[in-house]
């Protein structure tokens, strides 16, 4: 198939940059691109495929990398553990927030707002609570070159872990996709009184997005302690944050595979493309992203797939 | 056997007594005809029936089976399965993808669902249209496929709300064919219609509300002739005709 080779060369033109390529800067951007195509597939579980709009999705993401770093800092537990420690606890807290949300009937708005209000109650907290290291948040020691405690001395291991990350989350939504579990919710965001009528139970499943992307987006948490070697309360759990996560999906196209990767790609080259400009105004990128995604809203509104979709190319993929 | 058994069942929106003690049965393998005028209390009799709407009093039983106050999976997941009258498909998924939905129901297979539902699709007269979007169809079409969705959950009663209105007279006849077939296949079924012939033809009884009460339940023949539901519904000239 034409098509499985494409993607099989791509795939190993992902591999072989770092071996061609010796510019740090460039590793740095793709990696960065990858990272941010992980986390907002994260979002898209819930906020593209379940149609539950997150406006916090910083609280998963920090809870991954508090969990993992605090593990590793208080514990000596290696990072590689702690991520999942932190997955579970982002999974135990989305269950928290999702019932509370799905239990009374929270929708749109009203659901953005309870997710940005638990980030921001988890915000303050970290901020306040010297045990996490308040407001100065948290600096991972560094062990130089220690594979086994998720620390490398190149940054291209960075690379190569947060590919495999990307590929095999890929892969599983892609099955998720064409699951029981995918089309129940798709079927919700659709119509969620047709999927009650149907035999789907929209708590149940809403809930079940809500775990699934909690847990992703806080692996990608504790993946971005680990390369930054830093966590603080603002970057983990601020508002910025979430926008960062939702903006790359719903630019891409909110609930289909390829959306986040390619709204990451977009927004990484453009990120690139316009740093000259932007570097000597902090906050300016933030001004930048809020014009894209009023751009993307009104021009795109279901993302660059969408627009491809209705071109129809990849018409025929859901036959 | 009877399947269902609505006891004085009442429903009170506001000032509106939307129902008002109604009273009924389906009998296994019967098709029951639910007419009316616009108004009547038939929509909310489904929904009532369904778990969409609570009911102020009274109760359902599925199969001897108390099901009042479920939520509607749980009724769906227990057999009874009803269609929107304002028809709801899922517009992203495909005609395929919409009847898996409901397939879902009784398998966690999506090999098994697919397969299902291009038997039920088959069983509609919609296969042809497997791989379409469900939002590229014509209103007659996602009426078709809001029974098919309905169908896959494999209920053991079908709720189908006005499922023929709007459609064309070849449609019509069609769809009447697709519930017999239905009924064939061992489903019982409740239907709610305004196409007069269509449902006079194809109800074994037929119920009549007006103004939330059921005024008559008895066979086609003999609703034609009730004055009551000549006077509330039907008019004299449908009736003068069947004569």
């Known amino acids: 198939m034409p098509r499985t080779a494409a993607w099989l060369a791509l795939l190993a033109a992902a591999a072989m940059v770092p071996l061609v390529i010796r510019s740090e800067y460039v590793i740095g951007t793709l990696t960065l691109m990858y990272f941010f195509a992980f986390v907002g597939q994260g979002w898209n579980i819930l906020g593209g495929y379940a149609g539950q709009f997150s406006f916090g999705h910083a609280l998963f993401f920090g809870i991954g990398a508090y969990t993992s770093s605090l593990c590793f800092l208080k514990l000596g537990l290696t990072p590689w553990v702690g991520m999942w420690l932190g997955a579970a606890v982002a999974v135990g807290v989305g269950l928290v927030t999702g019932h509370l949300s799905f239990r009374y009937g929270l929708r749109g708005a009203y659901f953005a707002l309870v997710m940005l209000a638990f980030a921001e109650i988890f915000r303050v907290a970290a901020t306040n609570w010297d045990f996490v290291g308040g407001s100065f948040g948290i600096l991972v020691p560094l062990q130089g070159h220690a594979p086994r405690l998720f620390q490398f001395g190149d940054k291209r291991y960075f690379y190569y872990v947060i590919l495999a990350m990307l590929l095999a989350l890929t892969w599983a939504v892609a099955r998720l996709e064409r699951s029981r579990l995918g089309y129940q919710m798709i079927a919700i965001r659709e119509n969620e009184a047709a999927a009650d009528a149907l035999g789907i139970n929209p708590y149940r499943v809403k809930l079940a997005a809500m775990a699934l992307s909690a847990a992703v987006t806080a692996l990608g948490g504790a993946f971005y302690a680990q390369y930054f070697s830093y966590i603080d309360p603002a970057i983990g759990f601020g508002p910025a944050n979430s926008i960062e996560i939702l903006l790359r999906p719903i630019i891409g196209g909110a609930g289909t595979l390829w959306g986040p990767l390619l709204g990451a790609l977009l927004l990484g080259l453009l990120g690139e493309g316009t740093r000259g400009l932007v570097k000597s105004y902090a906050g300016l990128h933030l001004m930048l992203y809020g014009v894209i995604l009023m751009g993307a809203v009104v021009f795109l509104p279901r993302g660059v797939m969408g627009a491809l979709r209705s071109l129809g190319v990849g018409a025929a993929e859901r036959a | ?243």
């Not at chain 2, 997941?77 to 397939?103: D, H, I, K």
């Not at chain 2, 397969?115 to 699709?121: D, H, I």
């Not at chain 2, 590229?136 to 009663?157: D, N, Q």
């Open chain 2, 1 to 243: 056997m009877t399947l269902i058994e609505v006891r004085s069942l009442s429903k009170r929106f506001g000032g509106l007594q939307a129902l008002s003690e109604v009273s009924l049965s389906l009998a296994q393998g019967e098709i029951l005809g639910l007419i009316g005028p616009n108004g009547a209390g038939k929509t909310t009799l489904f929904a009532a029936v369904t778990g969409f709407v609570r009911p102020d009093g009274g109760s359902v039983r599925l199969d001897g089976q108390e099901i009042t106050g479920l939520p509607p999976h749980a009724i769906c997941r227990r057999g009874l399965a009803r269609t929107f009258q304002l028809v709801q498909p899922f517009p992203e998924l495909s005609v395929v993808e919409n009847v898996m939905v409901g397939a879902f129901n009784r398998t966690r297979s999506a090999a098994v669902a697919r397969r299902r539902a291009l038997e039920v699709l088959a069983l509609t007269r919609l296969a042809p249209l497997a791989g379409r979007p469900a939002h590229a169809l014509s209103i007659g079409l996602r009426k078709r496929l809001e029974l098919a969705r309905a169908l896959a959950t494999e209920p053991r009663v079908l709720l189908l709300d006005e499922v023929m209105s709007g459609l064309t007279p070849t449609e019509v006849d069609e769809t009447v064919e697709v519930i017999r077939g239905i009924r064939e296949a061992g489903v019982s079924i409740i239907v709610i219609e305004h196409v007069m012939a269509a449902v006079m033809g194809l109800s074994d009884r037929i119920a009549v509300l007006h103004h939330g009460e059921l005024i008559a339940a008895a066979t086609p023949a003999e609703i034609v002739q009730d004055r009551r539901v000549i006077d509330a519904y039907l008019g004299e000239p449908l009736a003068g005709k069947r004569e």
